[in-house]
């Protein structure tokens, strides 16, 4: 039975010997896959930018000959247009003078008109002016009232008079001094708890520094008579364990082993002391550092406190009121409604002015009505006999027509053609833009094409080089159709042929030992000995051992056919490591790139790019921001493309730029405004900077010095433009363009300088 199964696997192996074959084909053109694959992709892409290169061809000769066909027509129209100018010349002159008599005869006949009927419409006129100098009496009476009670606010509240001005740097001093004592006690909170962590290591450190001392105490001796204690089945007291393999080695290597185990456990004892010790002066210095910042921001605060209250001097109960909260609200709203009722005041004050002023208007059209009637009746008869003057004349210009008339008939025409000259204008200016882009899509076509066939001839001679080193033993039809096989089934291909020769190890095993058996069993002198070892009995054990025999042979051939795959696998793990560090260096480079800037959208290296821009602007704005204010530098906060400033006179603080004061924050912006220009030159020549407002919120001296970097930059040859209702700066700017209210909601522009 087991010589038919041998002889089945070896047939069904001889069977497949075509398919093992054709395996190691497969497994042989591996080496020149990914170049054959690129040969097809660059064939493929070559035929796709073919056929487009004759699309671009066809589409560039059809755009041409639209072209010509465009200039023909453009000429053409130029021709007419030309001759329409031409007419209207010749006629421009006749159709002025007729213009000019149309307007010189229509303005005789209203006037005409007008004369006969200014009478009684001067009449009617003087009522209404008698009756526009009552309403304005009227208004002027309300606008008095008006003016009246904003004054006697104005007095009722006189004691904000002098702080009004200053109310955003009161507000921001209080809001300054109110924010410096919230981190002063918030810092104050984490010294404490910083000084508990600090005792706290301390005991941690005596307590080593004790266990320090033991251990170096502690003899070898000691534990060698621990371990003579030590019995089979008991406990050790140090580890628990029941056994004790050590405790019958030879005395020297105990001696050894416990030297060891307690030099272990001293190198254990000595990192504690040096991380605790190391953690010990950290927590010193942060809360030396703590201290300093619980110190700082009380001064600040004191500062900014101090500063406040002199200007809050002459307002009662203003301390109760800053201490609840309210103080900054309040001030903020008698601000707001003092500027209210300022601009108020103003508008009532210029209403009057314009009331006054329309009053003496409304006199002198009175005076000038009464006069200009008496002069009516002389004009009539004048304008009546120039009128049948000028309307004879009229007759002989441009046959009667009227000039519109016939202006519009030329302006038709000319807009016609204007319209039409635009319209081929235009036309072959596509044409000629279509014709640049397809020349340069033919030209980078025919480039991409060239760089292809080289690299397609590169690979073509790759692949060429690697069929004639085979001998002729594959074909490049036969590497085509080897290619097309994929990984998997290459796997299950090889996976069903392995099974057939593991199949026949394991028959061929199997039939090997049941012929050793025989020639021991024929070998071997046996005769039945007792009633026991009869027929039947024998053959009982006979089947037994057979079936025996059967699983042992079985194993054994297992055994076989998994070393047989463990040798193939060792082949294949020794291939795989040689390419290994090939494509550990690859994917090593490729790690590398998308840690540095790898995202799915993008927004990675953006941020990247974004932050290095950001850091080269701050570089500029700090160094402008020096000659503006010498105690503030801007830095970028860590990982985001937010700012902060570094308070210089704070002992390098970094605060928000939220706890900037008005003029503080108009100096940083200042300052990042020119560094962006700065940052832009590097490219562009910026030869204008314009400022809107902000230069109200800064005193004197920061003004003086925001004033002095902008000359420094004019100097430089730019262009310096500032708007601004601060009365201070006309001494510091020579050429000014004024702005100047009028009445009736009209305004009036000055150049000064």
């Given at each position: 039975?087991?010589?038919?199964?041998?002889?089945?696997?070896?047939?069904?192996?001889?069977?497949?010997?075509?398919?093992?074959?054709?395996?190691?084909?497969?497994?042989?053109?591996?080496?020149?896959?990914?170049?054959?694959?690129?040969?097809?992709?660059?064939?493929?892409?070559?035929?796709?930018?073919?056929?487009?290169?004759?699309?671009?061809?066809?589409?560039?000769?059809?755009?041409?000959?639209?072209?010509?066909?465009?200039?023909?027509?453009?000429?053409?129209?130029?021709?007419?247009?030309?001759?329409?100018?031409?007419?209207?010349?010749?006629?421009?002159?006749?159709?002025?003078?007729?213009?000019?008599?149309?307007?010189?005869?229509?303005?005789?006949?209203?006037?005409?008109?007008?004369?006969?009927?200014?009478?009684?419409?001067?009449?009617?006129?003087?009522?209404?002016?008698?009756?526009?100098?009552?309403?304005?009496?009227?208004?002027?009476?309300?606008?008095?009232?008006?003016?009246?009670?904003?004054?006697?606010?104005?007095?009722?509240?006189?004691?904000?008079?002098?702080?009004?001005?200053?109310?955003?740097?009161?507000?921001?001093?209080?809001?300054?001094?109110?924010?410096?004592?919230?981190?002063?006690?918030?810092?104050?909170?984490?010294?404490?708890?910083?000084?508990?962590?600090?005792?706290?290591?301390?005991?941690?450190?005596?307590?080593?520094?004790?266990?320090?001392?033991?251990?170096?105490?502690?003899?070898?001796?000691?534990?060698?008579?621990?371990?003579?204690?030590?019995?089979?089945?008991?406990?050790?007291?140090?580890?628990?364990?029941?056994?004790?393999?050590?405790?019958?080695?030879?005395?020297?290597?105990?001696?050894?082993?416990?030297?060891?185990?307690?030099?272990?456990?001293?190198?254990?004892?000595?990192?504690?002391?040096?991380?605790?010790?190391?953690?010990?002066?950290?927590?010193?210095?942060?809360?030396?550092?703590?201290?300093?910042?619980?110190?700082?921001?009380?001064?600040?605060?004191?500062?900014?406190?101090?500063?406040?209250?002199?200007?809050?001097?002459?307002?009662?109960?203003?301390?109760?009121?800053?201490?609840?909260?309210?103080?900054?609200?309040?001030?903020?709203?008698?601000?707001?409604?003092?500027?209210?009722?300022?601009?108020?005041?103003?508008?009532?004050?210029?209403?009057?002015?314009?009331?006054?002023?329309?009053?003496?208007?409304?006199?002198?059209?009175?005076?000038?009505?009464?006069?200009?009637?008496?002069?009516?009746?002389?004009?009539?008869?004048?304008?009546?006999?120039?009128?049948?003057?000028?309307?004879?004349?009229?007759?002989?210009?441009?046959?009667?027509?009227?000039?519109?008339?016939?202006?519009?008939?030329?302006?038709?025409?000319?807009?016609?053609?204007?319209?039409?000259?635009?319209?081929?204008?235009?036309?072959?200016?596509?044409?000629?833009?279509?014709?640049?882009?397809?020349?340069?899509?033919?030209?980078?076509?025919?480039?991409?094409?060239?760089?292809?066939?080289?690299?397609?001839?590169?690979?073509?001679?790759?692949?060429?080089?690697?069929?004639?080193?085979?001998?002729?033993?594959?074909?490049?039809?036969?590497?085509?159709?080897?290619?097309?096989?994929?990984?998997?089934?290459?796997?299950?291909?090889?996976?069903?042929?392995?099974?057939?020769?593991?199949?026949?190890?394991?028959?061929?095993?199997?039939?090997?030992?049941?012929?050793?058996?025989?020639e021991l069993h024929q070998a071997a002198e046996v005769r039945p000995q007792g009633e026991e070892e009869t027929m039947e009995n024998l053959q009982v054990l006979l089947k037994e051992a057979?079936?025996?025999?059967?699983?042992?042979?079985?194993?054994?051939?297992?055994?076989?056919?998994?070393?047989?795959?463990?040798?193939?696998?060792?082949?294949?793990?020794?291939?795989?490591?040689?390419?290994?560090?090939?494509?550990?260096?690859?994917?090593?480079?490729?790690?590398?790139?998308?840690?540095?800037?790898?995202?799915?959208?993008?927004?990675?290296?953006?941020?990247?790019?974004?932050?290095?821009?950001?850091?080269?602007?701050?570089?500029?704005?700090?160094?402008?921001?020096?000659?503006?204010?010498?105690?503030?530098?801007?830095?970028?906060?860590?990982?985001?493309?937010?700012?902060?400033?570094?308070?210089?006179?704070?002992?390098?603080?970094?605060?928000?730029?939220?706890?900037?004061?008005?003029?503080?924050?108009?100096?940083?912006?200042?300052?990042?405004?020119?560094?962006?220009?700065?940052?832009?030159?590097?490219?562009?020549?910026?030869?204008?900077?314009?400022?809107?407002?902000?230069?109200?919120?800064?005193?004197?001296?920061?003004?003086?010095?925001?004033?002095?970097?902008?000359?420094?930059?004019?100097?430089?040859?730019?262009?310096?433009?500032?708007?601004?209702?601060?009365?201070?700066?006309?001494?510091?700017?020579?050429?000014?363009?004024?702005?100047?209210?009028?009445?009736?909601?009209?305004?009036?522009?000055?150049?000064?300088?």
């Amino acid at each position: 039975m087991a010589d038919t199964q041998l002889t089945e696997a070896k047939a069904a192996i001889e069977g497949a010997k075509t398919r093992y074959d054709y395996v190691a084909r497969i497994e042989e053109v591996q080496e020149i896959r990914d170049v054959y694959n690129e040969l097809q992709s660059t064939l493929k892409q070559w035929n796709e930018n073919r056929t487009s290169l004759q699309t671009k061809q066809l589409q560039e000769k059809k755009n041409a000959e639209l072209l010509t066909v465009a200039v023909d027509k453009l000429n053409a129209c130029k021709v007419n247009q030309q001759k329409i100018n031409e007419a209207f010349e010749k006629a421009e002159p006749e159709i002025i003078l007729a213009r000019k008599l149309d307007a010189t005869i229509e303005i005789v006949k209203r006037n005409g008109i007008q004369a006969k009927k200014e009478f009684d419409a001067a009449k009617t006129f003087k009522e209404k002016v008698d009756g526009n100098i009552i309403t304005i009496n009227k208004q002027l009476e309300k606008e008095q009232l008006q003016l009246k009670e904003l004054n006697n606010w104005f007095e009722a509240q006189s004691i904000y008079k002098e702080l009004v001005p200053r109310a955003e740097l009161v507000i921001s001093l209080l809001n300054t001094a109110q924010t410096a004592f919230k981190q002063s006690a918030n810092s104050e909170k984490t010294l404490k708890s910083r000084k508990e962590v600090l005792d706290g290591d301390k005991l941690k450190l005596e307590g080593v520094k004790k266990e320090a001392e033991r251990l170096d105490k502690l003899l070898p001796a000691e534990i060698l008579a621990l371990r003579a204690k030590l019995s089979d089945g008991v406990a050790c007291p140090v580890c628990g364990s029941l056994h004790h393999p050590l405790r019958t080695e030879g005395i020297v290597g105990e001696v050894n082993l416990e030297e060891e185990e307690l030099n272990r456990a001293k190198e254990v004892v000595k990192k504690q002391l040096e991380v605790l010790t190391a953690g010990i002066e950290e927590s010193d210095k942060e809360i030396t550092r703590l201290a300093t910042m619980v110190e700082s921001y009380s001064q600040q605060y004191k500062d900014a406190y101090a500063d406040a209250e002199s200007y809050l001097v002459a307002l009662p109960m203003w301390k109760a009121e800053f201490e609840q909260g309210l103080l900054q609200g309040k001030l903020q709203k008698v601000a707001t409604e003092w500027n209210t009722n300022q601009l108020a005041l103003t508008q009532v004050k210029e209403k009057s002015t314009n009331l006054l002023t329309a009053l003496t208007g409304e006199k002198s059209n009175l005076e000038e009505a009464i006069k200009g009637l008496a002069e009516k009746d002389k004009k009539l008869t004048d304008y009546r006999a120039e009128y049948n003057d000028l309307a004879d004349e009229r007759k002989k210009l441009l046959d009667g027509k009227s000039a519109d008339e016939v202006t519009g008939f030329f302006q038709k025409e000319k807009k016609t053609v204007e319209e039409e000259l635009s319209k081929l204008t235009e036309e072959q200016t596509k044409l000629i833009a279509n014709s640049e882009s397809l020349k340069g899509g033919i030209k980078e076509a025919g480039t991409i094409i060239a760089r292809i066939e080289e690299r397609n001839q590169q690979l073509q001679k790759n692949v060429d080089e690697w069929i004639i080193r085979k001998d002729g033993t594959i074909s490049r039809e036969l590497l085509a159709e080897l290619l097309q096989k994929d990984s998997a089934w290459l796997v299950a291909e090889k996976k069903a042929l392995d099974l057939l020769k593991k199949n026949e190890i394991t028959i061929k095993a199997t039939l090997d030992e049941r012929r050793k058996k025989l020639e021991l069993h024929q070998a071997a002198e046996v005769r039945p000995q007792g009633e026991e070892e009869t027929m039947e009995n024998l053959q009982v054990l006979l089947k037994e051992a057979t079936l025996l025999l059967e699983s042992m042979m079985k194993r054994n051939g297992e055994i076989d056919a998994t070393f047989a795959a463990h040798k193939a696998a060792k082949e294949k793990v020794k291939k795989i490591e040689k390419e290994l560090p090939v494509k550990e260096s690859l994917s090593e480079n490729w790690k590398k790139l998308n840690e540095l800037f790898g995202s799915a959208t993008g927004s990675k290296f953006k941020e990247i790019a974004q932050g290095y821009t950001l850091d080269v602007l701050l570089t500029y704005a700090n160094r402008h921001l020096q000659e503006l204010s010498k105690r503030y530098e801007l830095k970028r906060i860590p990982d985001t493309l937010g700012l902060e400033v570094v308070d210089l006179d704070m002992l390098g603080e970094v605060r928000s730029v939220h706890t900037l004061s008005g003029g503080e924050s108009f100096l940083v912006s200042l300052a990042l405004a020119l560094g962006l220009s700065s940052l832009s030159s590097n490219r562009m020549k910026v030869e204008s900077l314009f400022i809107d407002e902000g230069f109200g919120s800064l005193d004197a001296d920061t003004l003086r010095i925001a004033m002095d970097a902008l000359e420094r930059l004019q100097t430089q040859g730019r262009k310096i433009g500032v708007i601004s209702h601060v009365s201070e700066m006309n001494e510091h700017i020579a050429t000014q363009i004024r702005v100047e209210k009028s009445v009736s909601g009209r305004s009036k522009i000055e150049v000064v300088g």
